[in-house]
């Protein structure tokens, strides 16, 4: 931290966000004080609420070294255009706000980062969009909208992943699990459980349930629980309930992915009303 | 109901047989990896059903032990055989490493396919990443033993021992045999230090003073990052914490590293002095050597040396009679997973987890080993530091250079005359290490393994150090004749095996990477395709959670720059090729029908 900053007391609680100053307070990481102040970074295993994660990688911001970091004013500009070339790469969600962080958050070359991220969550799984459950109320389709992804680019990996249909509200398509382990992290901090974890590695990392059998039905999973809900793709579903609403009404018909504060708005829609 | 009742008693019998094994093995050590590598080791594989039994006895959730058990390569889920026998894949000490495909060759004398377990369930036979025998030719493990210096013959006979089911016992002990090979000794390897005397002359030092010492003498960490090891100490010193833990990081697996070996074989007082006056330093009770499974041939000796020391009292209560300094060290032994060697993954590890990197901050030293302060060094600094504490810091500041300070010990591999050990002052240019090892006519040289850099024969003057080509101590060679783009091939195998999972660009970039160089490789890339992978390795390099996958593009990105005539002679010559190969994808088909004429074929 260089004398400069430390010094002043306007960027002591503040960090700086594409050119805008935002104030934190101790503890909070980037993305807190970015949502609070209505500043959308991208993400998807991101929740507030639950203890972040880091591992979509969608929240990327860059921030600039701090020898620099003190004369930002032609820095703002150029941050909008291209990568900063003397900066880190952080996630937003899980990085602490530091008094003076210069952030490059919605620039193009991040949102293209981004983009490409999102393709090879696409790829690596089997996802259904047109006839899936989730359709205009799921965050990962949101998320390629609103970042202009027209295709998956890359070849389908095709991986052959478990269908869980034993329990009998809820559904498990490993096909769509984009491993962000909200309902792992859901199911441990909310509910009190500890339903879902993460098996395997590299590629081959894939969603098991905790029971003696591995399957949804010997566990304590119960339609109440947030870790039934909180699913931002089509991998975990409410039986019975799906196509419920019609095209043109469902969530992201409705609402943007970038809004602030429509993580409680996905999750009451897809709440249903006689839970 | 007949059948079900003898199911149910088999059941109860397999349990009964599971419970016990289960029982005895806690006893001996109740970590996780501990337990489950005794039930591998006696059922050969790790059922649901032992995963429950242990998950109720250690009183885990059954999730976490699953997970465990399918996140380190040497747990299997299916049977494996008697003989379970696993090839180094590495580029030094894989079984490509004389040029004949060893493992092909054992698979047909063995009528086994590598991946697989006999149906007879004598034996089976696989792939794993480099274990650390690269200056002894081809090698691989039998059983967890390494067996080096493979050639057609060797294989050939350990062909003829695993059919005659002979015990490994009764194999010839020169096959186990595996040397130091120190070529070049320097300030570190040139005399050991006698036992406890550097713990002495700490005793005569105060804490203050022994950090001092540490910061003075400029050392840095031994794993290739490069932090002070000095300041590491003092921040570990001042967190606040219930307890402070010291670990010696001995998951030596960059694929042509293995001077840990050595260390751990022929240095392991000089490493647990290290260990103490570190635990000294920062207030520690407890240490634990995080030992690679690859290197558990080595346990019993290591045991030995712990036993030793703690008759000594250089361990235990009371170190040589100091009133309140008390100091244990244990062994907690890996089980195959590249990523524990970072040092947040190899925590969690520890406690019996995935191996999964945490996010930072907090750093370990903060909040490492159940969450309290925690210092974690390699093998080597910690016996720098034991030499350090003995000598003075001016003994060591007086080689390398001026961010560089002391010596660097080397793992030298590839295509050279002398494989082998070298300890070099920081400083020392690779042309002249490349004299040292008769290396002649080298085309390149990768400083650091595969998440090094690679150079090419233009920058042999550059220099080892921190500020120049930094290296946990791997140094392979490849010589004009070697196809360079199968050893990047070769890396980006590692790598998308090795990567966790945890983070998206990691775990899906090290795959877009190794397949798109098999595309490459195959002869069906094109310009569109070589500019796809800087694209990607750009992306999993700047944006991935830890430092494997900050690190696991460098061969491709380093190929690319410095040698991409080496990609570019492989490319066809238009702009698009399809990823999907006509005639590949048959192949399935071709060995289910044990065909393989003209008509088989799409060209």
Partial sequence: MSADTTQNPITQNTITIDGQEIPFVAGQTIMDAALAAGVYIPHLCHKPGLTPHGSCKLCVVDIASRSVSSHNSDRRVQAKFQVVADSRSVSACTMPAVAGQQISNNTPALNEVRKTITQMLFIEGNHICPSCEKCGDCTLQAMAYHLGMLDGHFPQFLQRRAVDASHPTVMLDRDRCILCELCVRASREVDGKNVFAIAGRGINAHLIVNSASGKLVDSDLETSDMAAHICPVGAILIKEHGYEVPIGRRTFDLHQVGEIGSEEIILTKVRHADE | ?603
């Fill in chain 2, 1 to 603: 109901m007949r059948n079900v009742s003898v199911t149910d008693s088999n059941t109860a019998n397999t349990i009964g047989v599971l419970r016990s094994a289960i029982a005895e093995a806690c006893a001996e050590s109740p970590h996780l990896l501990h337990v489950l590598h005794a039930l591998q080791q006696q059922f050969l594989h790790i059922s649901d059903e032992a995963v429950r039994e242990v998950a109720a006895h250690l009183d885990l959730p059954l999730s976490q032990v699953d997970a465990v058990n399918e996140f380190y390569s040497f747990f299997h889920k299916t049977p494996r055989g008697r003989y379970d026998i696993l090839f180094s894949n590495c580029t030094s000490c894989g079984y490509m490493a004389g040029g004949v495909d060893l493992m092909a060759m054992l698979g047909r004398r063995l009528d086994i396919v590598a991946g697989n377990t006999r149906s007879d369930g004598l034996v089976s036979m696989d792939q794993t990443s480099c274990i650390g025998m690269c200056d002894h030719g081809a090698a691989l493990l039998v059983n967890g033993m390494p067996i080096t210096r493979l050639d057609d013959s060797r294989i050939d006979r350990i062909a003829a021992l695993v059919e005659a089911e002979a015990p490994l016992e009764d194999w010839p002990p020169e096959w186990f045999q595996v040397d130091d090979n120190i070529r070049v000794s320097g300030l570190l390897l040139k005399d050991d230090l006698t036992v406890g005397i550097g713990l002495r002359k700490m005793l005569e030092l105060d804490v203050a003073d022994t950090l001092s010492e540490i910061i003075q003498s400029g050392l840095r960490g031994r794993g290739g990052a490069g932090f002070s090891t000095g300041m590491k100490w003092q921040f570990c010193r001042e967190a606040q914490g219930a307890a402070h833990y010291v670990v010696c990081n001995a998951d030596e697996g960059e694929p042509g590293t293995f001077k840990d070996r050595v260390i751990l074989h022929s240095h392991a007082d000089s490493l647990f002095e290290g260990m103490t006056v570190c635990a000294f330093a920062v207030g520690a009770k407890q240490g634990y050597l995080y030992l690679r499974g690859e290197y558990r041939y080595l346990l019993p000796h290591l045991q030995s040396v712990l036993a030793r020391r703690r008759e000594l009292a250089l361990l235990g209560v009371d170190i040589l009679g100091q009133p309140g300094f008390s100091f244990d060290i244990d062994i907690v032994v890996g089980a195959g997973a590249y990523i524990c060697g970072e040092e947040s993954a190899l925590i969690e590890s520890l406690e019996g987890k995935r191996g999964i990197p945490r996010v930072r901050p907090p750093f370990p030293v903060t909040h490492g080993y159940r969450g309290q302060p925690t210092v974690v060094n390699n093998v080597e600094t910690f016996i720098a530091a034991a030499h350090i504490v003995l000598r003075g810091s001016a003994w060591f500041r007086a080689e390398g250079t001026e961010k560089s300070a002391g010596s660097k010990i080397l793992s030298i591999s590839g295509d050279c005359a002398t494989p082998g050990i070298y300890e070099y002052p920081f400083g020392v240019t690779i042309r002249q290490v490349l004299d040292d090892c008769g290396a002649k006519n080298a085309q390149a040289v990768q400083v650091g393994g595969p998440s090094g850099t690679l150079i090419d024969s233009a920058e042999f003057d550059r220099r080892l150090g921190f500020d120049d080509l930094s290296t946990g101590g791997s140094l392979m060679v490849f010589g004009q004749a070697r196809d360079l783009l199968a050893v990047i091939v070769n890396f980006a195998h590692f790598f998308a095996h090795e990567s966790c999972g945890f983070c998206t660009p990691c775990r899906v970039g090290t795959a877009l990477l190794k397949n798109g160089l098999g595309k490459i490789a195959g002869g069906h890339g094109t310009r569109y395709d070589l500019d796809e992978m800087q694209h990607i390795a750009t992306l999993v390099k700047c944006r991935s959670h830890c430092g494997l996958g900050q690190t696991a593009a460098n061969p491709i990105l380093d190929g690319l720059q410095r040698f991409p005539q080496t990609f570019e002679q492989r490319l066809v010559h238009h702009d698009f090729e399809p990823h999907f190969d006509l005639d590949a994808a048959l192949e399935e088909a071709r060995q289910i029908s044990r065909r393989d004429d003209a008509a088989a074929h799409i060209e």
